[in-house]
């Protein structure tokens, strides 16, 4: 290990003492809640998994760091919030983060990868090993479900990742206005698990490869789950003939598929809401208070084959009308419900992206060859995955935590220091005396050290 900076900075503060600080504190970590993310891996698989699907052409008898360690030190590193593979250059001696990738603590010779390691790591991976990570995402998403699963919400939606410099597949977007790539991301709508990721060109339109991805979940959501009721979520820019019948002709296979998607608005549709339009314009004349008014009608687009169930919001407020408009295939339904209790929930899925872009920077796709961006991609999905199941837990005994987002969750629970020391028979980690949530924290480790649900 290279020698730790010494260098002493002086406060003066305190009335009675002078304050000197050193960084020179051996076996300290900040990141004690590490212990936590190990605990959530070992619960539900997912180093395991993603390495196993990692081909190694590497001589054996000159590798110092296999694919498991790797996979293990990227993951949590991002989970912890250090993003970039240069933060590795200083944490690869980190006592925790060595201890949860099974090395030695306090062997300095025993380091975990380096910047270099990590780089040529990410970018030795094929097309053929990225569709198997994003397959073997869905079908271990499909393998966590309940036993009694009978209604499973797939909400889908893209995002905007903005890039810099000549990455391949950047490509300039007029909608979001950046040159960028466009990320397509599928949730769990009800428990906000991730089901899949896929890396798209900058400027691939919203529901490329939707059908796709879809197809492929939803089939495998059936083979387990022959009874459950599917239905797929999504915003306007997903209301495309192919998802539509793919959609429809899964229906007619597997049964209880169904969709509630937006549509945009266009002269025909603002034609058919007219009449409730007027209705909600003269209920806001006569009350001057926010009003929304809902029904619904039958609609087909010139490249429709047929007309399809179309709910209409009729709304009118200070600000003016605001028509909005759903297309679903749950007819039987009230349209208010529909609006509210189906597509407005939507909504949540925005919370998730959020987790995922801001709290774990999957935004930071920095790498040239785009095969290597959806590589790191999937692990800052798997990061994901390890952070929800760490929330998950906490729901169970810490209620305060249930709704938090991870990086709230990162700082009330993983950013502790840590002391690591190692004995012949033992690695004794020490947290804090004073540590807010050192009851939550083995709550939670208590309920993440119980076996899997089946």
Same mark, same amino acid.
């Given at each position: 290990?290279?020698?730790?900076?010494?260098?002493?900075?002086?406060?003066?503060?305190?009335?009675?003492?002078?304050?000197?600080?050193?960084?020179?504190?051996?076996?300290?970590?900040?990141?004690?809640?590490?212990?936590?993310?190990?605990?959530?891996?070992?619960?539900?698989?997912?180093?395991?998994?993603?390495?196993?699907?990692?081909?190694?052409?590497?001589?054996?008898? @000159?590798?110092?760091?296999?694919?498991?360690?790797?996979?293990?030190?990227?993951?949590?590193?991002?989970?912890?919030?250090?993003?970039?593979?240069?933060?590795?250059?200083?944490?690869?001696?980190?006592?925790? =983060?060595?201890?949860?990738?099974?090395?030695?603590?306090?062997?300095?010779?025993?380091?975990?990868?380096?910047?270099?390691?990590?780089?040529?790591?990410?970018?030795?991976?094929?097309?053929?090993?990225?569709?198997?990570?994003?397959? #073997? =995402?869905?079908?271990?998403?499909?393998?966590?479900?309940?036993?009694?699963?009978?209604?499973?919400?797939?909400?889908?939606?893209?995002?905007?990742?903005?890039?810099?410099?000549?990455?391949?597949?950047?490509?300039?977007?007029?909608?979001?206005?950046?040159?960028?790539?466009?990320?397509?991301?599928?949730?769990?709508?009800?428990?906000?698990?991730?089901?899949?990721?896929?890396? @798209?060109?900058?400027?691939?339109?919203?529901? @490329?490869?939707?059908?796709?991805?879809?197809?492929?979940?939803?089939?495998?959501?059936?083979? @387990?789950?022959?009874?459950? =009721?599917?239905?797929?979520?999504?915003?306007?820019?997903?209301?495309?003939?192919?998802?539509?019948?793919?959609?429809?002709?899964?229906?007619?296979?597997?049964?209880?598929?169904?969709?509630?998607?937006?549509?945009?608005?266009?002269?025909?549709?603002?034609?058919?809401?007219?009449?409730?339009?007027?209705?909600?314009?003269?209920?806001?004349?006569?009350?001057?208070?926010?009003?929304? #008014?809902?029904?619904?009608?039958?609609?087909?687009?010139?490249?429709?084959?047929?007309?399809?169930?179309?709910?209409?919001?009729?709304?009118?407020?200070?600000?003016?009308?605001?028509?909005?408009?759903?297309?679903?295939?749950?007819?039987?339904?009230?349209?208010?419900?529909?609006?509210?209790?189906?597509?407005?929930?939507?909504?949540?899925?925005?919370?998730?992206?959020?987790?995922?872009?801001?709290?774990?920077?999957?935004?930071?796709?920095?790498?040239?060859?785009?095969?290597?961006?959806?590589?790191?991609?999937?692990?800052?999905?798997?990061?994901?995955?390890?952070?929800?199941?760490?929330?998950?837990?906490?729901?169970?005994?810490?209620?305060?935590?249930?709704?938090?987002?991870?990086?709230?969750?990162?700082?009330?629970?993983?950013?502790?220091?840590?002391?690591?020391?190692?004995?012949?028979?033992?690695?004794?980690?020490?947290?804090?005396?004073?540590?807010?949530?050192?009851?939550?924290?083995?709550?939670?480790?208590?309920?993440?050290?119980?076996?899997?649900?089946?």
């Amino acid at each position: 290990m290279p020698p730790t900076e010494c260098n002493q900075t002086k406060f003066t503060f305190h009335p009675d003492f002078d304050i000197d600080v050193r960084s020179d504190a051996p076996r300290m970590s900040s990141d004690g809640g590490l212990l936590l993310l190990r605990q959530a891996d070992e619960r539900t698989g997912t180093c395991r998994w993603f390495a196993g699907c990692l081909p190694d052409a590497r001589d054996g008898k @000159r590798v110092r760091h296999n694919r498991m360690e790797q996979v293990r030190q990227r993951v949590y590193q991002i989970a912890m919030g250090y993003e970039d593979c240069n933060d590795s250059q200083e944490l690869r001696h980190d006592p925790m =983060l060595k201890t949860v990738c099974d090395r030695r603590p306090d062997d300095e010779e025993d380091s975990l990868s380096s910047q270099p390691t990590l780089s040529r790591f990410e970018n030795a991976v094929s097309g053929r090993t990225l569709n198997q990570l994003r397959q #073997h =995402l869905e079908e271990s998403y499909v393998a966590g479900l309940p036993a009694d699963t009978h209604v499973v919400v797939l909400d889908i939606d893209g995002t905007d990742d903005e890039t810099h410099g000549r990455q391949q597949l950047s490509f300039f977007h007029g909608f979001y206005d950046q040159y960028m790539f466009h990320p397509l991301l599928v949730f769990d709508g009800e428990s906000g698990q991730i089901i899949s990721a896929l890396l @798209r060109p900058g400027n691939a339109h919203a529901a @490329r490869s939707a059908t796709p991805v879809l197809r492929g979940i939803i089939r495998r959501i059936k083979a @387990r789950f022959p009874q459950a =009721l599917i239905v797929v979520r999504a915003d306007a820019g997903f209301c495309v003939p192919r998802l539509l019948v793919a959609l429809e002709e899964l229906d007619r296979e597997l049964g209880d598929i169904d969709y509630v998607i937006g549509i945009a608005k266009n002269p025909r549709l603002l034609a058919l809401a007219e009449t409730t339009m007027a209705q909600a314009h003269r209920r806001y004349e006569e009350s001057r208070r926010h009003i929304r #008014h809902f029904s619904a009608c039958s609609y087909a687009a010139t490249t429709w084959d047929r007309e399809r169930h179309v709910v209409i919001k009729a709304e009118h407020s200070e600000r003016g009308e605001n028509p909005r408009f759903v297309i679903t295939s749950l007819a039987e339904f009230p349209p208010q419900l529909i609006y509210d209790r189906a597509y407005c929930k939507r909504g949540n899925s925005e919370n998730f992206i959020k987790d995922l872009k801001n709290a774990l920077a999957a935004d930071r796709l920095s790498c040239g060859a785009f095969k290597a961006n959806f590589f790191r991609l999937l692990l800052h999905v798997a990061a994901y995955r390890l952070m929800h199941a760490v929330r998950v837990a906490a729901a169970e005994v810490v209620p305060e935590l249930a709704r938090a987002q991870f990086d709230t969750l990162r700082l009330r629970l993983l950013k502790v220091a840590a002391h690591v020391t190692q004995s012949v028979r033992r690695i004794l980690i020490r947290l804090p005396r004073v540590f807010r949530f050192a009851a939550a924290l083995r709550a939670i480790s208590g309920h993440l050290a119980r076996p899997a649900p089946a």
